[in-house]
């Protein structure tokens, strides 16, 4: 046993010094081991759809608008069904126009048919002049240019509303019968029951000017007849004043209504707008903003 370990002891010792080519590593593993972590850390997560860092700005809204392309609402209505573009402000001005004034009362009776000489008013603009412009969009008055009066019958006991014919027409004789049917219909459903009145039958006529696209609408249009067929009247369709100027809303809200006192509310003014005066009927003021009129009461414009 002493032996052994002596002879241990006494064994040379042996250096090894590796060559150069030696200490170079082995590539083959190497490149197994990049494999391995590029699979574990970048292939697998993007295969299995899992982000493992912040996403880049802009990705989340290319996604949503590749989803939203991929697909579209039940309710989205398909490209062609988009609804067509407004025409512009301008383009109106190349429609047909229409400008009818107040009418007048040419003769009236009572429930004996005994004919009365001073018909008084008869608050009947607010029920005609509406529908006495929707002739403008009458197929027989495109492209018309000239007067036609338009004469109506009522009768207030049978609560019914008849369209003729009124004399000095200045249209064509071909357009006159279309433009009476289309002012028919236009009157087919109109009610007497809201018509203030006093006898029981009235003949009234309105008298229609109508403009071709583009044509320049005369200043005075709106006078609706001349001198002559004013004389013959026997009452007027309305207890409106003319009165011209501007005013402010002094309320905090001014109700803007169809009718004065009880019309429906068409509009709602804020404190400070400014409006344009039309007409005038006892404490209530017809006012004109953007194109739309209404009627306002005289205290919620500081008069």
Not at 41 to 63: F, M, Q, T
Not at 176 to 195: K, P, Y
């Amino acid at each position: 046993m002493a032996k052994a370990d002596m002879a241990k002891k006494q064994r040379p010792l042996t250096v090894d010094i590796p060559r150069p080519g030696d200490e170079q590593p082995v590539w083959s593993r190497v490149g197994v081991i990049a494999l391995v972590g590029f699979v574990v850390g970048i292939a697998w997560p993007r295969l299995a759809g899992v982000r493992i860092g912040p996403s880049v700005p802009g990705d989340n809204k290319e996604k949503a608008t590749a989803v939203a392309t991929a697909a579209p609402p039940a309710s989205a209505a398909p490209a062609s069904a988009a609804p067509e573009a407004k025409p512009s402000e301008p383009a109106a001005k190349d429609a047909q126009q229409v400008v009818v004034g107040p009418g007048r009362i040419t003769r009236c009776s009572d429930k004996k048919g005994k004919r009365v000489e001073d018909c008084g008013e008869l608050q009947f603009d607010p029920v005609a002049l509406p529908r006495l412009k929707e002739l403008a969009k009458c197929p027989a008055a495109l492209g018309l240019d000239g007067k036609l009066p338009i004469g109506f019958e009522l009768n207030f006991g049978k609560k019914e509303v008849q369209v003729v014919k009124g004399r000095k027409a200045t249209v064509p004789a071909s357009a006159v019968s279309g433009i009476l049917q289309c002012a028919a219909r236009e009157f087919s459903n109109v009610s007497l029951e809201d018509v203030p009145h006093k006898y029981h039958r009235y003949s009234l006529v309105y008298t229609a000017t109508f403009y071709p696209p583009g044509a320049q609408i005369e200043p005075d249009a709106k006078a609706g007849e001349g001198k002559d067929e004013q004389e013959q009247a026997a009452g007027t369709t309305t207890s409106e004043t003319a009165v011209s100027g501007l005013a402010a809303v002094s309320w905090d809200t001014a109700l803007v209504r169809g009718e004065p006192k009880e019309g429906k509310v068409v509009m709602r003014l804020v404190r400070g707008t400014r409006v344009k005066l039309v007409g005038r009927q006892n404490d209530w003021y017809k006012i004109e903003l953007r194109g739309k009129t209404g009627w306002v009461y005289r205290g919620a414009i500081g008069l």
